[in-house]
C-alpha cells in the first residue's frame, strides 16, 4: 500500500470512531436515562482521550511527509488538507486539556438544562466558569501567539476571523435594524389562539421532512430540549420539538435540521468515513437549514400548500386564508429566544452572542459578568428587557459543551443561503409554482447538486462562490429581506 493508502485506511477508522461519539451526544440528548448523566461523562471523555490519540498519531506525520502532493489528483489532495489541518490542530492541544473539555461539555449540558428548567442562573455559574477556563486554555493552545478567538472560530469556519466577521455584522446591522424598525411599526397579524395536538405535530413534522428529501430509511425524527441534527452518510438523526400553542416551533425546527440532514446524506458516497464525508464547515451547513426553513419554507408560494396540510392536520385552527397564513408565518414578534425568531431580527441574536463570546475568549467578561453583560445588551438592541434566565443567558445549549466560537456561523449560514437563493431563482425559473404545490425537489435537487454532493472538497467560501457564482458578502440577504419584509 502507498503512504496515501496507508493513512486513508487508518483515517477512515478515526472517522468511524467519531460517529460512535455522536451517537453517544445523540443518545444523550434523546433517550438517555437521567441517572446515566456522570457515567456518559466518563464515556464521553474516553472516547475523546482515543480520538486526540489517533488525530495526533505520530505515523500521521510520517505518511503525509512520504506523499508527493504534486501526485494527487483533487480529491485526496482535498483529504490530504483535511487531515494535515486536524493534524496540525489536534498536536497543540494536550490531550489531558481535550478529554477535559469533553467531559465537562456532557456533565455541563446536563446541569444547564437542569438550571434553565429551574431558571437558576448559579446552579450553573460554576460549570460555565470551568468551562470558560478550558477554552481559555484551548485557544491559546491553537492560537499559539494569535488572536485566541480566530482559533477557536477556525474549529467551525476555516479562513474566517473574528474581524471579518465583525465587518460583515457591522454592515448588516444598520439596514437590519431600519427594516425591523419599519415593518415593526405597521399592522401585525394577529396571533394564533388554537391548541394544536402535539402527536399530529409529529406526524407533520414527519411527512414534512420526506417532503425536503429526509431519508427516513438512514435517519429518525426524535423530540429534544434543543433541536439539533448529529451523524453523517448513511446514519443522520435529527430532532425537533413541539408546544402545543406553537406549531410554527415544530414545523420550522424540523424543517431546519431536514436541511442540515440531507445535507449529510447527499455528500457523494465515495466520501463516506474520510474526511470529506461531511459538510465542509458550519456556515456552509447553516446555509442549507436556513435556505430550507425561510427562503423556501417561509415563502408565499410553499406557506400557501402548507396551509392546506395544517387544515387537514388541524382542522379550522383560526387563520382565514393563505394570504393570512403567509403573514402569520413570518409575522414579526417581540420576542426573547433565537431559534423562535423571524428572519429579520434573526442575525440580530447572533450579533449579540458574537460580541459577548468575544469579549468573554478576551478576558474582558467573566462568567459571572454575562447574565448582567447579556441582559443590558438585549434591551440595548431589542428595546425590552429580559423576563427570565431561560429567555436570556440559559436559552442556548452551546456555551455549555464547549461550543465557543460556533454562533456566527448561523449568522454567515444567512448570508451564504442570500446568495443560493439568489442563483437558485436563476436556475428554477418556476420555482413558486414548483413550491405552490408542495413540490421541493427542484429546490432541494439544485442544492444538492449545487453544494451538498461535494461534501468537503472545497473550500467554505470557494464553494458557495462555485455554487452561486458570487463572493458571499451580506448583500443578497438584506436584498431579498427587505424585499420580503419591506
Not at 148 to 157: C, G, H
Not at 340 to 346: A, F, I, P, T
Amino acid at each position: 500500500m502507498s503512504a496515501y493508502d496507508e493513512l486513508m485506511a487508518f483515517q477512515r477508522q478515526t472517522e468511524a470512531l467519531g460517529q460512535i461519539a455522536g451517537r453517544l451526544g445523540w443518545d444523550q440528548e434523546t433517550m438517555m436515562p437521567e441517572g446515566a448523566a456522570g457515567q456518559r461523562a466518563e464515556e464521553f471523555a474516553a472516547m475523546e482521550s482515543v480520538l486526540h490519540a489517533r488525530k495526533t498519531h505520530p505515523q500521521i506525520g510520517e505518511w503525509l511527509a512520504k506523499i508527493d502532493a504534486s501526485t494527487l489528483d483533487p480529491v485526496s489532495a482535498a483529504n490530504v488538507r483535511h487531515i494535515s489541518r486536524s493534524f496540525e490542530r489536534s498536536q497543540r492541544v494536550p490531550a489531558k486539556l481535550a478529554e477535559a473539555i469533553a467531559k465537562l461539555s456532557s456533565s455541563a449540558q446536563r446541569i444547564w438544562a437542569d438550571a434553565r428548567e429551574k431558571e437558576d442562573v448559579a446552579a450553573f455559574l460554576p460549570a460555565l466558569e470551568e468551562m470558560i477556563a478550558l477554552k481559555r486554555d484551548e485557544a491559546s493552545a491553537l492560537a499559539q501567539g494569535g488572536d485566541a478567538y480566530d482559533a477557536l472560530l477556525d474549529d467551525y469556519e476555516p479562513d474566517t476571523s473574528g474581524e471579518d466577521v465583525a465587518a460583515t455584522f457591522a454592515a448588516m446591522r444598520p439596514r437590519l435594524v431600519a427594516l425591523r424598525d419599519k415593518v415593526m411599526g405597521a399592522e401585525q397579524p394577529p396571533e394564533l389562539k388554537f391548541e394544536f395536538d402535539e402527536q399530529k405535530q409529529m406526524r407533520l413534522a414527519r411527512s414534512l421532512a420526506k417532503t425536503f428529501g429526509y431519508d427516513m430509511q438512514k435517519g429518525r425524527l426524535d423530540k429534544a430540549v434543543h433541536p439539533f441534527s448529529s451523524g453523517s452518510g448513511d446514519d443522520v438523526r435529527i430532532t425537533t420539538r413541539t408546544a402545543l400553542t406553537d406549531p410554527f416551533n415544530s414545523i420550522y425546527s424540523t424543517i431546519h435540521e431536514t436541511g442540515h440532514a440531507t445535507y449529510e446524506q447527499n455528500i457523494a458516497s465515495e466520501h463516506l468515513l474520510t474526511p470529506l464525508g461531511g459538510g465542509v464547515s458550519l456556515g456552509v451547513h447553516e446555509s442549507q437549514s436556513r435556505i430550507y426553513e425561510n427562503q423556501l419554507g417561509r415563502s408565499r408560494a410553499f406557506t400557501g400548500w402548507l396551509f392546506g396540510q395544517m387544515k387537514d392536520a388541524f382542522g379550522d385552527f383560526g387563520v382565514a386564508n393563505e394570504d393570512v397564513f403567509f403573514r402569520t408565518v413570518n409575522r414579526l414578534n417581540k420576542g426573547y429566544i433565537r431559534t423562535e425568531s423571524d428572519e429579520v431580527q434573526y442575525n440580530l441574536h447572533i450579533m449579540l452572542r458574537f460580541d459577548l463570546e468575544r469579549d468573554v475568549i478576551a478576558g474582558k467578561l467573566e462568567a459571572r459578568d454575562l447574565e448582567e453583560a447579556w441582559n443590558s445588551r438585549f434591551e440595548a438592541d431589542f428595546g425590552y428587557g429580559v423576563d427570565k434566565p431561560s429567555n436570556g443567558l440559559l436559552q442556548d445549549v452551546h456555551w455549555s459543551c464547549g461550543l465557543w466560537g460556533y454562533f456566527p456561523t448561523y449568522a454567515l449560514g444567512n448570508v451564504y443561503a442570500g446568495c443560493l437563493y439568489e442563483a437558485l431563482r436563476v436556475a428554477r425559473p418556476n420555482l413558486d409554482s414548483e413550491l405552490a404545490v408542495g413540490n421541493v425537489s427542484g429546490a432541494t435537487g439544485w442544492l444538492k447538486d449545487a453544494v451538498q454532493v461535494h461534501g468537503g472538497l472545497y473550500r467554505p467560501t470557494e464553494l458557495i462562490e462555485r455554487a452561486s457564482g458570487l463572493v458571499p458578502s451580506e448583500g443578497p440577504l438584506l436584498s431579498y429581506l427587505e424585499k420580503k419584509f419591506g
